[in-house]
């Protein structure tokens, strides 16, 4: 495709993802009327796809300038981040299959602006200007992160007085992560998966790393689908959970032995190692639904194969011992690396939240540490997808809620 067909691509997808962002469009119409981002920089690290795009165009209208780099080397649409480029007051920097070394060139060119703002979906963004940019922190208003396993870095440079700027923990809000993180990743895992594979989930044994809200997702998504779904856990009442949500739970050394599928999403590294691959039956496919690429320990599995091949597109083949390993996207996030992501519908509700807290941030002072989206705009966004889906529902009576605040009413 030349750039011209690119970009007229990459309109049709952010065309068609905005008509399904109605929660985004109201803010939309709301920033463009009141232009609260009129001056401020906007800086962001974001997967760089179609309903990413919807989120920067709204900044944009805001009054925002804003430059955005991708945040994961495979998850960039090019049609999309053309596409993007080609709007006022937006730069897009993002491509598809960069090295690393560009991957982190495009975070330093977003850095380079100045941002008064910063948005962040895994955090690499913030820990580059704590590291080597740490000119810039005074002039930080705050950041937004997008993503769990971003927070849990925030946390942890929190906790060792390593964070030097606010930082809203977007991915806390009730209105992302109970949605975003359970049905978008659910469905987009699933769709990358079984996109890339073309095969039957139907009947197979799929096993899910982790039982957090992305694993709870792509469970229900698999026994939808007709799976025999394992479940593996290091937390005992997640365990204790998943096997009263009807599933299969035990250790991952036991469960590699007969799993068909592996899905893995914990944030955490090492879920899948040479200890597992080593008992894995022939034709095994991993995919990995975290963040980062460190889930499926792809360094051991090379050491351990005897020979790599591509088999199809995003899918490598290892053999080891004889056996056939099928690891998706290079282990990397499969639902963006091998599919489109998260439904527009699901990501509506995330990107509002975004939006609504970076003009937050410009409107008020706040403290160095990680904050919570403030309540009010949480409530604020389910009340405008319930009104989106014309769903009505019940208030409370004055004496409802006086009952509720009290104390003396008993039997």
């Given at each position: 495709?030349?750039n011209?067909?690119?970009i007229?691509?990459?309109?049709?997808?952010?065309?068609?993802?905005?008509n399904?962002m109605?929660v985004?469009?109201?803010?939309r119409d709301?920033?463009?009327?009141?232009?609260p981002?009129k001056?401020?920089?906007v800086g962001?690290?974001?997967?760089v796809?179609?309903?990413?795009?919807?989120l920067?165009?709204t900044?944009?209208?805001?009054g925002?300038?804003v430059?955005?780099?991708?945040?994961?080397?495979l998850?960039?649409q090019?049609?999309?981040?053309?596409?993007?480029d080609?709007?006022d007051?937006i730069r897009c920097?993002?491509?598809?299959d960069c090295?690393?070394?560009?991957?982190?060139?495009?975070i330093?060119?977003?850095?380079d602006i100045?941002?008064?703002?910063?948005?962040?979906?895994?955090?690499?963004l913030?820990?580059?200007?704590?590291t080597?940019?740490?000119d810039?922190?005074p002039s930080i208003?705050?950041?937004?992160?997008?993503t769990?396993?971003?927070?849990?870095?925030?946390?942890?440079?929190?906790r060792d007085g390593a964070?030097?700027?606010?930082v809203?923990a977007v991915n806390?809000?009730?209105?992302?992560f109970?949605?975003d993180?359970r049905?978008?990743?659910?469905q987009?895992?699933?769709d990358?998966?079984?996109?890339t594979?073309n095969?039957?989930?139907a009947?197979?044994?799929?096993?899910?790393?982790?039982?957090?809200w992305?694993?709870?997702g792509?469970a229900m998504?698999a026994?939808?689908?007709g799976?025999n779904?394992v479940?593996?856990?290091v937390?005992?009442i997640?365990?204790?959970e998943?096997?009263?949500d009807?599933y299969r739970?035990?250790?991952?050394?036991?469960?590699?032995?007969f799993?068909?599928m592996?899905v893995?999403?914990?944030g955490?590294?090492?879920?899948?190692?040479?200890?597992?691959f080593s008992?894995?039956?022939?034709?095994a496919?991993l995919a990995?639904?975290?963040h980062?690429n460190?889930?499926?320990?792809m360094?051991?599995?090379?050491?351990?194969?005897?020979?790599?091949?591509?088999?199809r597109?995003n899918i490598?083949?290892y053999?080891?011992?004889g056996k056939?390993?099928?690891?998706?996207?290079?282990?990397?996030?499969?639902?963006?690396?091998?599919g489109d992501?998260h439904?527009?519908?699901?990501?509506d509700?995330?990107f509002?939240?975004?939006?609504?807290?970076v003009?937050?941030?410009a409107?008020?002072?706040?403290?160095?540490?990680?904050?919570p989206?403030?309540y009010?705009?949480?409530?604020?966004?389910?009340?405008l997808?319930l009104?989106s889906?014309?769903?009505?529902?019940d208030e409370l009576?004055?004496?409802?809620t006086?009952y509720m605040?009290g104390?003396?009413?008993?039997t």
């Amino acid at each position: 495709m030349h750039n011209k067909e690119l970009i007229r691509s990459g309109d049709q997808k952010i065309e068609w993802v905005k008509n399904h962002m109605p929660v985004l469009s109201i803010i939309r119409d709301e920033f463009e009327r009141e232009m609260p981002l009129k001056g401020y920089k906007v800086g962001m690290a974001l997967h760089v796809e179609a309903k990413t795009a919807a989120l920067v165009e709204t900044l944009a209208l805001g009054g925002a300038e804003v430059v955005i780099a991708g945040c994961n080397p495979l998850s960039t649409q090019d049609d999309v981040s053309l596409a993007l480029d080609k709007k006022d007051n937006i730069r897009c920097v993002a491509k598809y299959d960069c090295s690393n070394e560009e991957y982190y060139e495009a975070i330093d060119t977003v850095l380079d602006i100045e941002p008064d703002i910063t948005i962040d979906d895994g955090a690499d963004l913030i820990f580059k200007l704590h590291t080597e940019r740490t000119d810039l922190l005074p002039s930080i208003l705050g950041g937004c992160e997008e993503t769990t396993t971003g927070i849990h870095r925030l946390k942890a440079m929190e906790r060792d007085g390593a964070l030097k700027m606010p930082v809203v923990a977007v991915n806390d809000a009730m209105t992302k992560f109970l949605f975003d993180n359970r049905y978008g990743t659910g469905q987009s895992s699933w769709d990358g998966i079984m996109r890339t594979t073309n095969l039957l989930v139907a009947g197979k044994t799929v096993v899910i790393g982790g039982y957090g809200w992305c694993g709870r997702g792509v469970a229900m998504r698999a026994s939808g689908l007709g799976a025999n779904v394992v479940v593996t856990e290091v937390d005992p009442i997640r365990a204790l959970e998943a096997h009263m949500d009807g599933y299969r739970v035990m250790s991952m050394k036991m469960a590699a032995e007969f799993g068909d599928m592996f899905v893995t999403t914990t944030g955490n590294m090492n879920v899948l190692t040479r200890d597992h691959f080593s008992v894995m039956k022939d034709g095994a496919i991993l995919a990995n639904s975290g963040h980062f690429n460190v889930e499926i320990n792809m360094e051991e599995l090379i050491a351990l194969s005897s020979s790599v091949r591509t088999v199809r597109k995003n899918i490598k083949e290892y053999l080891v011992n004889g056996k056939r390993i099928n690891v998706l996207a290079d282990g990397r996030l499969v639902n963006l690396a091998a599919g489109d992501g998260h439904p527009a519908e699901v990501m509506d509700m995330s990107f509002a939240n975004q939006a609504q807290c970076v003009k937050y941030i410009a409107e008020n002072k706040l403290s160095n540490g990680v904050h919570p989206v403030p309540y009010d705009l949480d409530i604020h966004v389910a009340k405008l997808k319930l009104r989106s889906l014309d769903v009505e529902i019940d208030e409370l009576s004055s004496e409802q809620t006086e009952y509720m605040g009290g104390w003396e009413c008993g039997t």
